[in-house]
């Protein structure tokens, strides 16, 4: 199957929505969004359930993601989102029905080119049509598309092209791009594409088209470069990118000798509403990135500034931990405010009011456990956790609520905190992780939950069972933390030798991991050996941050793993060597900025009646 039909045939965000609606009137292209505010105002806001690219990390899995995305028909948009010229556009979100096949379909005319009459003997004849008439042709060929009857659309657009140029013409090819795509006419589509480039090249979407034409021969920096040339002409067009997609292009791009490309990307972003969508996951590690890059540069002021478009209040906690951010703590902490009530006032609040909006969102369902867990609410977590029915259909955020809700009963604490953790993870188990890569986290939960409870040998057997299934697309960090697991529950066992031969395994394949490797090395009886990782890990400024909230007093941040683990940090936090070289690029977070149990929720209309959501 060609590579274009994979990216652009069956994408709504990607294909559709990028590269058809360019002739509206534009979005805003410099005004940021509000945090947050837009999941709630703009119901198009919705996002994916099942994204088929969240293992889209590197050159080769995103064209083998990109291809089992756009095979489900269900992603299919039709060629039909297209509006007069001079009407508002709205762009629709992967969770949004499709119009109705009888709706109103219409297209850009005005200031239809009529072709010359000064014509040669040897000119070919070219019908000039009326707008109305123009109009009329794009609605059959659009409702040609939407049967898949592509040939014939192209045979109903493929004449008007002679009679029309400039504006006009970048819309009729805009049109006929999907309907190549799906016939695999590769060569095409790229004539079309430089055809329009030449001819509007700061077209946001024309620019969609070229950043989708690179992704699919591999060119990431060319991808980058347009990408970020969108962030400047369109930024407004980038939160109809796929969020995967784009991170893939921000990870190659930094993977890059050149920094800058990568850098100037996520200012470029972090000034769209790139992520707004997607909610704190997504968008708020691009802010601290844009934080750290303005601190790089001593835009200290800039670097502040963000700080209120960082929703979590853990992150910020993090932040005020490392010394990376030292010369805005002062900032950060008025963010917080008195044991972090400030921001998780603003967060929980907006969350749980959120949700009482729309009480079967599971987005909505998802952010307002992670709220009642930071507040110390944990059985309200858990009660809402359990709302949640687990259906073939179910949502990565509703995956995402059930293994939140199942940490905050192991906080919970006990008569069956560890069992019944363990079974409420359990039932996640006809989940296809090749289709719900955040399944996997769930995995690896049981497999250090079942070594708490000691069930040793159903935690190795988990372990070794997802480390062996080719099938599924393990990050670096899911090998790393299967194989932590299985080092303690083989050492458990008495199975001395395996276990320091995958610790060791661990020393040398996964050292970006360094979390992970430490405590299998302590598992594995190899004490000295994870102190000294620890020492070397906290003396690199560019890797401390990995264990600096590790390293905390007990009770500074939420902490749902099992005991063992936090005691190994607890007694590496008491050693002065590795001491010395957390105070080098971290600091113990002050008490003041502790989160309450049980702390106070703003006033609002919660319904904890929850109807069962998937």
Known sequence: MPIFPRILSNMPVMAMLTLLPALTVPCSAHGRMPLLSKRVLDPFFETAANN???????????????LSFIQDKKFFSPVSELSVSGQNEQRQDKHVAELPKDAAISAPVSNVQKASSEKTASDPVVAVLSPAELQKKIAEATDLNRQNKNTDALAVLDPLLPALKGHDRVSIQLLRIPCLASLGYDDEIISAYDNIKGIEPDNGAVISVGILIALSQ???????????????????????????????????????????????????????????????????????????????KHQNEDAADLLREIADPERLMEMAISRRYEPIWPDIERRLGNHSQDSLRQFSGFWLNA????????????????????????????????????????SDD?????????????????????????ARLQSLYRIDPSRHQIVLSADIRKSEWLNQSGRYYESRSLSEKMLSNLGLSLTPSDIASFQQSAVCSMMK???????NQMAQEMMQSHLDDKQAVI??????????????????????????????????????????????????????SAIPAVERAFLKNGRVLPEKFQLRKNAPLPSLMYNSSLAAVS
């Open 493 to 499: 066992l008495g199975q001395r030798k395996q276990a």
């Open 218 to 296: 591999n060119d990431f920096s060319k991808a980058a470069e347009r990408l970020l040339v969108l962030t400047d002409k369109d930024p407004a067009r980038i939160a109809r990118f796929d969020s995967d997609m784009v991170q893939a292009i921000l990870i190659q791009a930094k993977a890059q000798k050149d920094p800058t490309i990568w850098q100037n990307l996520v200012l470029g972003l972090a000034r769209s509403s790139w992520g707004i969508a997607e909610g704190p996951d997504i968008r708020d590690p691009l802010m601290q990135q844009a934080v750290t890059i303005y601190l790089a």
């Open 52 to 66: 088929r690219l969240k293992t889209a990390t590197d050159k080769k899995t995103v064209s083998a993601a990109s």
């Open 355 to 394: 949700l009482a909006s729309q009480p079967d969102n599971p987005a909505f369902i998802h952010q307002s456990i992670r709220a009642f867990i930071l507040a110390g609410h944990l059985q309200d977590a858990v009660d809402l956790g359990n709302s949640i029915k687990i259906t073939s259909h179910i």
């Open 519 to 572: 405590e299998a090395l302590f598992c594995a009886g190899k004490s000295q050996e994870a102190i000294n990782l620890a020492i070397h890990t906290l003396d690199n400024p560019s890797q401390a941050d990995a264990l600096l909230k590790l390293l905390q007093p007990d009770g500074r941040f939420p902490d749902v793993r099992p005991q063992y683990y936090r005691s190994v940090w607890s007694k590496l």
């Open 398 to 422: 509703s995956i995402k609520a059930i293994i939140a809700a199942a940490d905050a009963r192991l906080a919970l604490g006990g008569s069956g905190a560890v069992s019944e953790s363990i």
